[in-house]
C-alpha cells in the first residue's frame, strides 16, 4: 500500500511530575480521543518549528522544543498512515490555554493507561508503563 505518511510532532510537556494530555473535540477525526498535543508538519517547517507553531495554536505557550523522545509508526484501518515524532519540551513560556481540545488534563505518568489514547500513541505509552522510556 502506497498511502501518504503523514508527518505528525507532540510535546511532552511537564510540569511538577505530571504530563499535560489532550482530548479531542467530539465530532472530530478520533474524536474524544486522547494525545499529546502536536500537529501535522507544513510545507517548510522542520518537526521543531511544527511543534513549536501548534502549541502556540492549541495551548497558547511559547515552547522551547528539546530532543525526540521516541518515533511511531501506524496505518489506521481507515488508511490514515502517520508517523510520529515525540519531543520533550524543555520549557516553556505563558499558562497552557485550552484553544482547540475538548479538554486538557494534566496527569502522572502512572495513569496514562487509564486514558484512551490514539492508537499511534499506545507504543509509547506501554514503554512508559514498562519502565522502557521515561518522560
Excluded at 21 to 27: D, E, L, N, P, V
Excluded at 81 to 88: A, P
Excluded at 98 to 126: C, G, K, Q, S
Aim: charged share 30%.
Amino acid at each position: 500500500m502506497n498511502d501518504p505518511v503523514a508527518l505528525v510532532t507532540a510535546g511532552i510537556i511537564r510540569n511538577k511530575g505530571k504530563l499535560l494530555i489532550c482530548q479531542r473535540k467530539a465530532g472530530s477525526r478520533f474524536g474524544l480521543k486522547w494525545e499529546f498535543p502536536g500537529g501535522k508538519l507544513e510545507q517548510g517547517e522542520s518537526p521543531e518549528e511544527c511543534l513549536r507553531r501548534e502549541l502556540v495554536e492549541e495551548l497558547a505557550i511559547d515552547a522551547v522544543i528539546g530532543p525526540e523522545i521516541h518515533r511511531a509508526e501506524f496505518q489506521y484501518p481507515e488508511g490514515f498512515h502517520v508517523r510520529l515524532l515525540f519531543f520533550r519540551v524543555e520549557e516553556y513560556r505563558g499558562t497552557p490555554e485550552n484553544l482547540a481540545f475538548e479538554r486538557i488534563a494534566w496527569v502522572t505518568p502512572a495513569d496514562l493507561l487509564a486514558y484512551d489514547f490514539l492508537e499511534a500513541d499506545l507504543e509509547l505509552i506501554h514503554k512508559v508503563a514498562r519502565g522502557e522510556v521515561r518522560l
